[in-house]
Every structure is written in structure tokens, then in C-alpha cells.
């Protein structure tokens, strides 16, 4: 009944197989693509008519991982997936910036990638077989593509590269690297997309990885074209676009224009000009007749398509780009921080046209954002968030939820910044920064990471090194005639072949993302631009260090204050109390947040000094443990015709004796002490049921002779509860 189709082939160790002919055979291509227990099912579908009222791709990816591929019952209340997690967009654009360079520039049809995770291995990460697959889907589709890709991740342990890093490769132990490497051919010349995390590494490690991850391609690529040439599906005619009969009548009658207008620098100045040069030539050839539509449309797509061949022969033979600029020229960089006093950080970085203002909020550990996903859930203590304002391109727009381009950015820029973020053992707070952007004109999110990076010293979150980002262009022209640039405008990215984002420090890479708009790039085109990059980085570390060097001392007056203590496991529980009663009287009373590990450690978080104070000393109370001979300032809570109850620390009373009271006989004790009375105490005796039991005459005799030996109502618990000096209150100074 099945036509199913299997290939399966050695990966480097593991068993990786595709097959198809049995799942989704009403799709124009199905794979399911599988590793160890992990399968991936990927489908496409294409529209048999192309859109002529488009002038862009219409391709959409879905990547969506089941609960029920890890054994799981989605959490909540409706128990079933809902809308894509961050993590499920990301990897979406993860497939879709790999395979976007196969199709052909005349393709126009509108065409969907659903990729679905049905098993998961937490062995094998099901990101790189969603690639595969993809690309097994696409080249038995029937849709015109240059090739297959394959795809690989590299991580690098002990030195030492390791592909597709499985669970026995701890993520500590790798995480110095985490590399996706896409590409049509093993030999590293057909690269079309890398992404990567690194932790200060230099840039001959990062073109080592590519290339490691590169000559692995070579089985995954030929088992699809086997695949491929097993079904011999016929491919779809694709028909040149309608408006390619414009371009030499725009080019001979506009070519001045346009030139005039790429030269410009400002960004405002040069929209203007090029959008009256759109209207002048509609109108040109609309000079005799009504306008059509469509007519239209292939007009403006034409134009698009001849300014990008001028802007691209300006490059490579002229050596001039958008704005005059040298190919390696930074435009110019201003940097501010502080510039709200309420904020806990803040700081605008403003490079040409484009414009990022970036705020910092600490937080307690509460704040902490928890992450579900198939492995599991993680709490993530640095967040950041990349939103992107209609004003900032002078357009009107409804605000929505963060779009998949916000969460690709934002995700981008974090991991730029991570490497220098402190651990939370280094630096207790929750850290989220918001970097909203008020003006644009290309490279917003490598703005972010230097408007991030000034705005966490600005708020002394203990960094010790600046990052910064640069978005590098290029195009590539023929016989290997290719010219790079730095600092890419919007215009330059939109015209040109490749866009890679760099961030780094004075010490390495921190992220790399290169996406490209042609077939593929070769290493050596990558290693000139990481090259050229640094010296980018450089500059613009410098500009950063002159407005700011490290992190101020002193936390914002109005950030959240906290204070750290360990106490013994077996009296979590007194602090927690029945139901959590105790903590919650403690978090009301003192207008406090409370932190309690499994390890013993508490933190306690407040914005009033004080509070946090009384909250830590109530704290202490509780998990006391009180010995013979310990001295306290008491209160006198009760009194009896035996005795009277003092409590000797809050939560805590103790029992004195009428004999205890004086030296001498009493016959009314109400004679000797009153309630309320402010007494000192000493601890003479603690009986089986942790009765404790007091003497005053340490008031008088003691208290004269014994000087020395008196101490504080905290210091006989500060003796037996070690408290970490995590902040001092009363200057808000932050010590490690």
C-alpha cells in the first residue's frame, strides 16, 4: 500500500535516516527525518500559481515540538499546545534562513515548511534534523531548487570540535561553542547559513568549526540526492517575471538619478529622492494611458531590481557605496547612559541613523523567567527584550506582540551579551533589559548590544568588559570579484548579498549570524569579513569605553536591595511553616520577597533597607537554635504569680523564675517587673522539650562584671547562622 522510501546513512557515528512515501503523501514533499529516538516530520506545499501581486517570496516555516513527543501532557489549565514558543520561532527562522538562498530569484509562489517534532531523544536535538528534513522535503517537492543542503552543529570540547554534540557532551563542557553550519556542498565554498554562540573566542575557531562542520555534509547531502533521484519528480517550469522588461528602459532614462540618490547619507533625504524617482518613472510610462495595477507593481519591482544592479556596481567597480563611505568606514557613534533617574540603568546608542535606548530592571529571583520545553524547564535569570517602534522608520503601525523578527533580534543580541553576564552566585538579581528602537536605518540589533552593554555598567551589574555589535554587508560579483563592507545601512542590507551580524569583546566572538541572498558564499569570503569585523568592534568598543569603562560601583538608589544568609536544612521547614504560613506573615509584615533553596540559602529582597533588615533578623529568629549562657535584650510579654515570660528574640520566650529575678527574696514579683519592661536575659537552662529557661540577675551582676562577655540580641545567632554579606544595605553597595 506504502511507497516508502528509506535511506539511511552513517553520520559521523550516528544512524541518521530519511524516508517518505508513508506520512503526509498529500503533501508535494514529506520526509521524515531520524536520529536515535528522534524523528521529525517535514512537509512542504507550494501554490502551483505564482503571485504577481507580491514583490517578495512568500515562504512561511512552522517548527512545532509536541508534548507528547517527550511523554509529556502540556501544563496549564486547557492542556494543549498553544500559540509558538520563542524557542519554536527561533528555530523556525533558523530552517528558513538556511534554505531561503535555494530557490530560484523567478519563484514567487507562495509555499509552506511545517515541521513537526513526533519523538524526541534528548540525545539528539531536533533543530538540525528539522533542516534536514526541510531540505529532503524541498528537493522531492518538485520546486526548482540549486541543490540540497545539509546541516551540522558544532560544539567544542576540551579543544576539541565535536559534531552534533549529544547529552554525554555536558553543556558546560561545550559551551564555549554552539555552531549551525548550513551549506549545498562538504567543500566550504556553498555556505548558506551560519549561526553562532561563543564565549570569547577568536575568529580562527569560529572558521575552524565551519569548516569541521562543513566536511561532515558530504553523507546527509548524497543520501537526499538519492532520495531525490529515486522519486524523479518532475520539476515546476518556472516563468521569468514580467518585470524584467523594464529594467533597460529604467536603467538608460534613471541611472543618474539613482546614482545621485544612493550617494546621499541621510537616510530621510534619501527615501525622498528615491521615492519621487519611483513616482517620475510610473508616470513615465504611464504617459499615455490609465495606470494598471499590475502594470504597476512590475514597475516598482523592476526599479527595485535596477537600483540594486547600480548600488551593486558602485561597490565593485567604483569602490563607493550608500552615503559615500569608505567599505570600511563606521558611520558616526554617540553614546549616553543615564538617562532616567527612576530606571536602574539605562543608555542610548546612536550610530548614523539608527538608534537603540536601552533600560535595565533588577529583580529578585522570583522574577526569574521559567522556560518550558521538551528537556525540561529551565529558569533563566538574563533577559532580553528587542521591540522595534513604527516611529523609528517613520511609519504608522498597530503594536502587536512581539513579531518573529523582534524575537529573532532580541534572541541574537542575548546571546551576544550572555558571555559577560555575571552567574547568579557572582550576582544575586534577575537582569532584564528592554532595548526599544526609536530610530532605524539597518544593524538595530548590533545597536542593542552596545546600548545593552552601556546600560549594564550604567546600572553596576558587575561586567567587566564592554560588547559590541557590527552588521557587515557584502556583494559578490563575478570571478570571484567580491567587496565587503562595514556598518551596513538599510539600504546596503536590502541591495546586497549578505548580511552577517559579528559581536564580540576585546577578548573574542561572542555571536555570529550570516544570512546571504545568493546560492552560496565560500570560508575565505567569511574569514575576510570576521577579519574585517574586529577592526569594526575595535572602534566601536572604543567609543563605548570613553563614555564608560566599567561597571559604576553602586547600584541604582531605587533597585532592589537583598541580603543573603545560610541556615541549616532541617529548619527550611520552620521557615516555610504549615501551608506556608510563616513565610507569607513575614513577606506582609515586612514588605519583602523571600528566596528559599534547597541548599540552605535564603535571600531576602525588599526595596526599604530597613525591612529587609528586621525581615532577615525574624529570619534568624526562627532558625535559632538557642545555647546555655547566650545574652539577650528581653521583653517582658507575661507575667505570673511564679514567674514572668520575656521574649528574648522575636517568636521566642523563655520562662524566669521568681528566684531569678533578684539576688534577694521577692515576695510580688509585680513589685520587680511590669509588662513591656526592656530587660537583659541570660539563658541558664533548656529542658527536653526545648523549654528554655532565663535568669535577670545577669542584669545587675553579671552586666557590671562581665562587660566583655555581653553581646547584641543577634549575636549569639550570627554565631551559629552564617550570613553573606551579599549587599550592604545602608550604602547599596554590591560586593562578590
Same mark, same amino acid.
Given at each position: 500500500? &506504502? ?6 546513512v ?12 508513508? +506520512?503526509a ?9 531520524s ?5 521529525v516530520?517535514?512537509?512542504v ?6 503571485r504577481?501581486?507580491i514583490?517578495f ?10 508534548s507528547?513527543a ?5 501544563g496549564?489549565f ?12 527561533? !528555530?523556525?527562522?533558523?530552517?528558513? $534562513? ?5 530557490f ?5 509562489n ?6 513537526t ?6 540525545r539528539y ?15 522531492? =517537492?518538485? !520546486?526548482?531548487?540549486i ?13 576539541e ?18 555552531l ?9 565554498d556553498?555556505?548558506?547559513? #551560519? ?8 575568529k580562527?575557531?569560529i572558521?575552524?568549526?565551519?569548516k &569541521? ?5 558530504n553523507?546527509?547531502?548524497?543520501a537526499?540526492?538519492?532520495?531525490? =533521484?529515486s ?5 515546476f517550469v518556472?516563468?521569468a ?8 528602459e ?27 524617482i519611483?513616482q ?7 504617459q ?8 504597476v507593481?512590475?514597475?516598482?519591482? /523592476? ?5 540594486s544592479?547600480?548600488?551593486?556596481n558602485?561597490? @565593485?567597480?567604483d569602490?563607493?557605496r ?20 527612576? +530606571? ?5 546608542f ?11 530592571? @533588577? ?9 518550558e520545553q521538551?528537556n ?15 516611529? =523609528?522608520?517613520?511609519?504608522i ?6 513579531s $518573529? ?5 532580541g534572541?541574537?543580541?542575548k546571546?551576544a551579551?550572555q ?7 557572582? &550576582? ?20 542593542? +548590544? ?20 557590527i552588521?557587515?554587508?557584502? #556583494? ?6 567580491f567587496?565587503i563592507?562595514?556598518?551596513i545601512?538599510?539600504d ?9 551580524k ?8 561572542t ?6 541572498k545568493?546560492?552560496g558564499?565560500?570560508l ?14 575595535d572602534?566601536?568598543?572604543?567609543v563605548m ?12 538608589a ?13 529548619? !527550611? ?21 523571600i ?14 533597607g530597613?525591612?529587609v ?9 526562627? +532558625? ?14 507575661k ?6 515570660f520575656?521574649?528574648y ?21 509585680n513589685e ?13 537552662? !533548656?529542658?527536653h ?10 542584669d545587675?551582676?553579671?552586666?557590671k ?21 551579599? /549587599?550592604?544595605? =545602608? ?6
Amino acid at each position: 500500500m &506504502f511507497n516508502e522510501i528509506i535511506k539511511k546513512v552513517d553520520w559521523c557515528g550516528n544512524m541518521l535516516s530519511l524516508s517518505t512515501g508513508k +506520512v503526509a503523501r498529500d503533501a508535494d514533499g514529506a520526509v521524515l527525518a531520524s536520529m536515535g529516538n528522534t524523528s521529525v516530520l517535514c512537509t512542504v506545499v507550494f501554490d502551483k500559481n505564482s503571485r504577481t501581486d507580491i514583490d517578495f517570496f512568500p515562504l512561511c516555516v512552522y517548527y512545532r515540538e509536541m508534548s507528547y513527543a517527550a511523554g509529556k501532557i502540556p501544563g496549564g489549565f486547557i492542556k494543549k499546545e498553544g500559540k509558538f514558543s520563542e524557542h519554536e520561532i527561533l !528555530i523556525s527562522r533558523l530552517i528558513d $534562513r538556511s534554505i531561503r538562498p535555494l530557490f530560484d530569484s523567478n519563484f514567487c509562489n507562495e509555499t509552506q515548511i511545517i515541521c513537526t517534532v513526533m519523538s524526541y531523544d534528548p540525545r539528539y536535538s531536533p533543530d538540525i534534523l528539522a533542516i534536514i528534513g526541510s531540505s529532503a522535503a524541498l528537493a522531492i =517537492s518538485g !520546486i526548482p531548487i540549486i541543490r540540497p543542503i545539509g546541516a551540522a552543529r558544532v560544539g567544542l570540547v576540551n579543544d576539541e570540535f565535536v559534531l552534533n554534540p549529544t547529552i554525554h557532551h555536558n553543556s558546560t563542557d561545550h559551551r564555549e561553542l554552539d555552531l549551525v553550519v548550513a551549506a549545498t556542498t562538504c567543500d566550504y565554498d556553498s555556505i548558506t547559513m #551560519v549561526e553562532a554562540r561563543a564565549y570569547e573566542i577568536k575568529k580562527e575557531q569560529i572558521l575552524a568549526a565551519i569548516k &569541521f562542520g562543513c566536511e561532515s555534509l558530504n553523507p546527509v547531502i548524497s543520501a537526499i540526492e538519492e532520495m531525490q =533521484s529515486s522519486l524523479r519528480k518532475e520539476k515546476f517550469v518556472v516563468t521569468a517575471s514580467p518585470h524584467l522588461s523594464y529594467n533597460d528602459e529604467i536603467l538608460a532614462h534613471f541611472n543618474y538619478d539613482i546614482r545621485s540618490a544612493l550617494l546621499l547619507s541621510i537616510k530621510k533625504e534619501r527615501n525622498q529622492k528615491l521615492q519621487l524617482i519611483q513616482q517620475n518613472v510610473i508616470d513615465y510610462f504611464f504617459q499615455n494611458g490609465a495606470k494598471d495595477e499590475i502594470a504597476v507593481l512590475n514597475i516598482k519591482k /523592476a526599479l527595485d531590481n535596477v537600483i540594486s544592479m547600480i548600488f551593486r556596481n558602485l561597490v @565593485l567597480q567604483d569602490k563607493t557605496r550608500i552615503g559615500n563611505r569608505a567599505m570600511d568606514e563606521i558611520r558616526p557613534i554617540i553614546c549616553e547612559v543615564g538617562l532616567f533617574n527612576m +530606571v536602574h540603568g539605562s543608555a542610548l546608542f546612536t550610530r548614523g541613523n539608527t538608534q537603540s535606548l536601552a533600560t535595565i530592571t @533588577l529583580g529578585s529571583s522570583t522574577d526569574e523567567q521559567v522556560v518550558e520545553q521538551l528537556n525540561g524547564c529551565e529558569r533563566q535569570h538574563f533577559l532580553l527584550d528587542y521591540i522595534f517602534l513604527p516611529y =523609528s522608520v517613520g511609519e504608522i503601525s498597530s503594536l502587536r506582540a512581539a513579531s $518573529r523578527r523582534e524575537i529573532g533580534h532580541g534572541y541574537l543580541a542575548k546571546k551576544a551579551i550572555q558571555p559577560v553576564i555575571p552567574t547568579k552566585e557572582e &550576582f544575586p538579581y534577575t537582569i532584564r533589559i528592554v532595548s526599544e528602537i526609536t530610530q532605524s536605518d539597518g544593524s538595530s540589533s548590533m545597536a542593542t +548590544v552596545c546600548s545593552a552593554s552601556l546600560s549594564l555598567m550604567d546600572a553596576g551589574v558587575p561586567i567587566k568588559t564592554h560588547t559590541a555589535g557590527i552588521a557587515m554587508g557584502g #556583494v559578490c560579483g563575478e570571478n570571484n570579484n567580491f567587496q565587503i563592507l562595514s556598518d551596513i545601512c538599510g539600504d546596503e542590507d536590502h541591495f546586497g548579498d549578505i548580511d552577517c551580524k559579528v559581536a564580540g569583546t576585546k577578548n573574542g566572538i561572542t555571536a555570529v549570524q550570516l544570512d546571504i541572498k545568493v546560492q552560496g558564499i565560500s570560508l575565505s569570503i567569511i574569514e575576510n569579513i570576521l577579519r574585517q569585523a574586529e577592526i569594526g568592534i575595535d572602534h566601536i568598543l572604543g567609543v563605548m569605553n570613553n563614555t564608560i569603562n566599567c561597571s559604576k560601583s553602586e547600584l541604582s538608589a531605587y533597585a532592589p536591595m537583598v541580603q543573603t544568609l545560610e541556615i541549616q536544612k532541617e529548619k !527550611i521547614r520552620d521557615i516555610i511553616g504549615v501551608g506556608g504560613k510563616v513565610i507569607k506573615e513575614i513577606c506582609k509584615s515586612f514588605d519583602v520577597e523571600i528566596d528559599v533553596g534547597e541548599n540552605g540559602e535564603v535571600k531576602v529582597w525588599g526595596n526599604i533597607g530597613e525591612n529587609v533588615k528586621k525581615a532577615v533578623q525574624n529570619i534568624e529568629s526562627i +532558625v535559632f537554635i538557642p545555647q546555655i549562657g547566650d545574652i539577650f535584650d528581653g521583653e517582658v510579654v507575661k507575667i505570673i504569680e511564679s514567674g514572668a515570660f520575656i521574649k528574648y528574640v522575636a517568636g521566642r520566650d523563655g520562662f524566669v523564675h521568681i528566684s531569678e529575678i533578684n539576688d534577694t527574696h521577692i515576695k510580688d514579683i509585680n513589685e520587680h517587673i511590669k509588662l513591656g519592661d526592656k530587660v537583659k536575659v541570660k539563658i541558664i537552662g !533548656i529542658d527536653h522539650k526545648n523549654r528554655v529557661k532565663l535568669t535577670l540577675r545577669t542584669d545587675k551582676e553579671h552586666c557590671k562584671n562581665n562587660k566583655n562577655e555581653q553581646q547584641n540580641v543577634t549575636g549569639p545567632i550570627k554565631k551559629r547562622i552564617k550570613l553573606k554579606e551579599t /549587599a550592604v544595605i =545602608s550604602n547599596r553597595k554590591y560586593f562578590d
